[in-house]
Nanobody, 124 residues
Framework: QVQLAESGGGLVQAGDSLRLSCVAS????????MGWFRQAPGEEREFVAA????????HYLDSVKGRFTISKDNAKNTLSLQMNSLKPEDTAVYYC?????????????????WGEGTLVTVSS
């Protein structure tokens, strides 16, 4: 069983930056990919970014391209999301997710594990 623990959320102003982290733990952790999703109040959860654990190819939601950067540290089983030029519409609970193996739904669905989320609030 893989456990995912996010950190780094908080309250910032528009234009500021935040860095989210997600640490994966559990028996012999291995993943096909990891990613970030977010859920704003009253909205459905949406894909934000994902990265393949081997190779490092990435995918991004169009509205965050050029502002957010997803990265990983395989040795530390850690996933990060650097968020720059934050906007009020980025306000959401951000969740870390992991795909244990390849999924035809990747990166939009098919994940096996979720973290509990970390709240990001961007004030205008």
């Amino acid at each position: 069983q893989v456990q995912l623990a996010e950190s780094g959320g908080g309250l910032v102003q528009a234009g500021d930056s935040l860095r989210l982290s997600c640490v994966a733990s559990g028996c012999a952790f291995s993943a096909f990919a990891m990613g970030w999703f977010r859920q704003a109040p009253g909205e459905e959860r949406e894909f934000v970014a994902a990265i393949r654990w081997i190779g490092g190819s990435t995918h991004y939601l169009d509205s965050v391209k050029g502002r957010f950067t997803i990265s990983k540290d395989n040795a530390k089983n850690t996933l990060s999301l650097q968020m720059n030029s934050l906007k009020p519409e980025d306000t959401a609970v951000y969740y870390c997710a992991a795909w244990g193996g390849y999924s035809t739904s990747y990166p939009l669905a098919g994940m096996d594990s979720w973290g509990e989320g970390t709240l990001v609030t961007v004030s205008s």
